[in-house]
Structures are given as C-alpha cells and as structure tokens.
C-alpha cells in the first residue's frame, strides 16, 4: 500500500479529518437509477422514506415552523467548549410520559433534558441533510446516506424521540402511549434496513459502479447480522461532522450512549437475528468490493478496510458462518500488518505461527503463501515491533519453551536465558499481570535456570494483588513458609489469601483456587473442618476440569 494509506491509518485516532469525507462524499454519489426515479414525478414506494415529494416539502415547512416556535421562546446556541458541563440550558421542557402511560414499558424518565433537545436537533440536522441529497442533486451519495440509515437505527431505540416525533422529524402532538411507541419504532426500524439494504445492492455513482454494494454499507450489514457493532466505525460518521454537533450541542460521550443503547437492543434481537453465516457473507462481499476499485476507495479503506478484514480473518480461524481456513485467515492476518499496520493483525499472525514453530510442513505453506523465507523470523519481528505487553510476554513463551526443550540451534543457552527473562520483565514493566505471576513462578520454582528466590518471588506476586493467580501463589508461600529466611507458615494467613483469590475478578474461573479451598476445608487449614463447604469447592473444580477433584468426587461416589 501506498504510504499515503498507511499515515492516514495511523491518524485514525484523529478519525480522519473533515477534508477527506469531503471528498469522499463528492466521490460516491449514487446515478439516478439506483435509489432515485424522476426528479419531477417520485413515487413514495421507490424512495427509503415514506414521504412523496410534495410531502417532504410539507413536512419540511411544518418542521420549520415549530423549530422557529421553539427557537423564538429559547434560543438555543450554538455549542462551542469541549465539556458536557457546558452544554447551554434550553427553557421547560415538555413532559416525557402521558398522565396515562406513566407505567409504559419504554420510560425511565420524566422530562425532556437539554441534552434530549439536542438530540431532536441532531436527528433534525441529519434529515435536512439527507432530504438535500434526496430532493437536489443529481445522484444519491452513498455515505450521507448510510450515515441517515444509522441515525434511523440510533434513533429508532431512543424513547424521548420515538415518543416525541416521527420519522420525518416532525413532532407529534402529544406523547405515544405503549402500542403507538412500538409501532413508531417499527417504522423507523423498516426505513433504516430499506435506506441500508439498497446500499448493499447494486449501486452506481458519478465516478464508479459499486456492482456488489457500496462498502460500509456491507460492513454495517455484517455487523447487524453478528450482533457486535464496530463502535469506533460508527462513531467516525459522528466525528466526521464537527460543524452539526457542536451546533446542536452534542458530544462524543453523548453519541456513545446511543450507540450502547443501539447494542443492547441488537443483542436482544429487536433488528435481526443472530446469523454467522450471513455476517460472514456481507464481510466477505465488503472486502471484494474495497478491492475492486481500491484506487477510488482508500477513503472507505481507513474506514473501514481494516476492521473488516479482522472480522473476515476471525470468521475463517474459527469458522463463524463458514468452514475454517487456517491458511486463509493467516493469510488476511498478514495482509493486514503488512499493508496497513495493524497491531492486532499482526500479533494474531505472530502467535498462531509461533504455536506452529515444530509443524515444518504448515511453516513452509506459510512460507509460500505469503511469499517469505522464514515466516517464524517475521513473526517473531513483528511481536518486538509491537512492544506490547502481551507481545512481549508471547516472546518469553517462546524463548521460554526453547529452553525447556533445549532447542539451541539458533541460540546458545545462556542467550535463550537472557532472552527470556528480558521479555518477561518488558512485558511486566508493561504492567501485564501474567508476566508478574510468571515472574513469581520463576523464582518460586527455580525456572529457567534461575535459583529458587523467595523474596523476589513474592515481590513480583505482591506487585499485582488484584489478580487471581497471584494470591494463589502468596496463599502458597504462607503455607509451606521458608524457615531458611525466618519466615513462618501461617494457615489463617493463607486462607485468607486463598479467599481472595477467589473473590478477584474472574477468580472464580480458575479451578486450581477451587480445589484448593476444597482442601483446606477437608483437613481444617487455618479453620475448622467443614466437610459440606469441602465438597462444594471440590465439585466446583471438578465441574472447571480439575483432574485430582474429579478423581475425588468419584471415589466419594462409590
């Protein structure tokens, strides 16, 4: 790729500056036969709203007339700082639920805050931008419209305006009760996938055809269909209108919000049903129709290019919604680094080959496939590029398991030793739990050619006291104690130790703390005997795999 790609996607925090959606917009415009009739003679059933031309322009007007009401009693203006705390007050508001629909299924609040008027008039903005590209212009552009088609799906879950306007932006004249509020969703709902399912069709512009669908269009498709939303991906067609928030007093936070509400309610199947194999199916036509025409599509490249290419890349490894190509997904993976950098790609390439490093027949296929000498050498430089903290604790596994299997062709012992330790304590320095608990587990047991230390085993345990395995391993230490050093078993102390381990985040997934409660419960280490509590934990780590609790609840059995 060239490097013009590659510096946009690194500014990809910066969410890709106004000027290039710009040209983007400029660039993809839909022909008339594509979403439009006639300019003169629309008919309502070939445009994805419910509105005909004479409509629209009521509607419009009516709008008008009652923002210019609103605006004359309680200007509201425009919006300049960057804190939410800033936001400017508007007068009272109107009044959320009806006297009789105060128990409605879709309420949880009262009245509408300032931060709602906002939303009414960022929702406002989006139509008059969409009817402009609708009514005016030669050709439909594809990106202003996937942005409407994605406000119609923010906005179709949000109560306050469900509950206060219709889909033409037109504020109804008292508040729906339960029935009117699911019915107007729905109509929200139909027209967002009809403005969506056009974009994903046949669809030309002033510049291209797009003969399988128009990009994103595809991706936002595929994520409806998996129920997991790229919010980063969304989120851009906000930032990219920095002008329509900040004059209606909207912030990323703000939109954020919508964008959970959004996922929740995809997640309980309230847009489509969740179906691997048709997600698979649009992330596989939006990554065809990128490379189609890459030379006038970088722009939807930095959008999103490579975060399709990721989920492409994770369906084929683990065959979601279709067969599992290794090979394929490897190949995506390395594509993916390679062109455009990115970090997950690459580590995902890096440890699934470095898991292969005996399969000689797999790393020459590699080899072939992506062109290389030595795909494991790559690798290997791509987890030092990275520098991350899980990057570097996969280089200690492997340097690690060099040395376990004195494997010192390519290093001689004392530098695999070296090696090994650096990036561990790298990837500690990083603030990775495992590499403390790993480091601890060093010089607990005297790894890697290591004496057994106590004290900097359990300085590195102590270092990360919030992480389950390491109070494991201090419950450990307390127990057996170390009379060399003076220091003293304690049961109570290890117990406790133990306790907490278990109440540590996902403690309760490691069974090797449930077998040992079930333990102390047995024989009474550091409290009294207490057989029914044995059995529990004991049953608990059989149930996570524990092979020495599973032989003794069915010895108990018999």
């Given at each position: 790729?060239?490097?013009y790609?590659?510096?946009q996607?690194?500014n ?23 979403l439009?009739?006639?300019s003169?003679h ?8 419910p ?18 009401l609103?605006?004359?009693?309680s ?8 804190s939410?705390?800033q ?13 009789h629909?105060?128990n409605?299924?879709?309420s ?7 931060k ?67 019915h ?57 209108d ?8 909207i ?10 509400n ?15 194999f ?18 006038d ?47 997950v ?29 030595s ?68 010089y ?34 307390l ?46 280490i550091g ?16 149930q ?6 599973q ?8």
């Amino acid at each position: 790729m060239s490097q013009y790609h590659q510096e946009q996607y690194y500014n990809k925090t910066n969410r890709y500056n106004n000027q290039i959606y710009q040209n983007q917009i400029s660039q993809h415009n839909l022909s008339q036969n594509s979403l439009q009739s006639s300019s003169d003679h629309r008919k309502s059933s070939e445009l994805p709203y419910p509105l005909n031309e004479d409509e629209y322009e009521a509607a419009e007007h009516q709008r008008r007339e009652r923002q210019e009401l609103k605006t004359f009693e309680s200007p509201i203006k425009p919006v300049n700082s960057s804190s939410p705390s800033q936001r400017k007050n508007v007068t009272s508001p109107p009044q959320l639920v009806s006297k009789h629909s105060q128990n409605s299924v879709f309420s949880n609040t009262s009245t509408i805050y300032s931060k709602e008027q906002a939303y009414f008039q960022y929702f406002g903005h989006n139509y008059n931008e969409v009817i402009k590209d609708t009514t005016k212009n030669a050709y439909f552009t594809p990106y202003i419209q996937l942005k409407w088609s994605i406000t119609l799906f923010v906005f179709s879950f949000h109560l306050p305006f469900i509950q206060h306007y219709n889909i033409n932006c037109v504020e109804l004249h008292r508040p729906l009760n339960d029935k009117e509020l699911l019915h107007n969703s729905r109509i929200i709902l139909e027209h967002a996938m009809k403005v969506l399912s056009r974009l994903c069709s046949s669809i030309k512009t002033n510049k291209r055809e797009f003969d399988i669908g128009y990009p994103m269009a595809l991706y936002f498709m595929g994520q409806l269909y998996s129920q997991k939303l790229d919010f980063d991906f969304l989120l851009s067609f906000f930032e990219n209108d920095p002008i329509g928030a900040q004059q209606c007093g909207i912030y990323k936070v703000d939109y954020n919000e919508l964008l959970k509400n959004l996922q929740s309610n995809l997640s309980k199947n309230k847009i489509l049903p969740l179906n691997d194999f048709n997600a698979f199916k649009y992330y596989e036509k939006c990554y065809k129709a990128l490379y189609s025409g890459e030379d006038d599509s970088s722009s939807d490249w930095i959008l999103c290019g490579v975060s399709n290419l990721f989920r492409l890349s994770v369906c084929l490894e683990y065959g979601k919604g279709c067969d599992v190509n290794t090979y394929r997904s490897l190949q995506l993976f390395y594509e993916g680094w390679k062109d455009w950098k990115d970090p997950v790609s690459g580590y995902k390439l890096a440890c699934a080959i470095i898991r292969e490093d005996e399969n000689y027949e797999f790393l020459d296929e590699m080899n072939i496939l992506l062109n290389q000498n030595s795909i494991l050498n790559v690798c290997l430089k791509i987890l030092k590029e990275l520098n991350s903290p899980q990057s570097n604790f996969e280089l200690g596994k492997y340097y690690e398991k060099l040395y376990n299997e004195e494997r010192f062709n390519q290093y001689d012992r004392s530098t695999v030793i070296a090696l090994t330790l650096k990036s561990y304590v790298r990837s500690f320095d990083l603030n990775y739990n495992l590499a403390s608990w790993k480091l601890g587990q060093i010089y607990e047991f005297g790894l890697c050619g290591q004496p057994v230390d106590m004290i900097k085993s359990l300085n590195f345990y102590y270092k990360d006291t919030t992480f389950p395995l390491n109070c494991l391993c201090i419950a450990g230490w307390l127990l057996t104690g170390n009379k060399e050093i003076g220091f003293m078993p304690d049961d109570k102390e290890s117990l406790k130790w133990l306790t907490q381990a278990l109440n540590c985040n996902n403690g309760e997934k490691y069974n090797k703390i449930y077998y040992g409660l079930g333990i102390y419960y047995q024989f009474g280490i550091g409290c009294q005997i207490d057989l029914l509590k044995s059995k529990e934990y004991m049953q608990k780590a059989a149930q996570l795999g524990h092979s020495k609790a599973q032989i003794l609840i069915n010895q108990s059995k018999k």
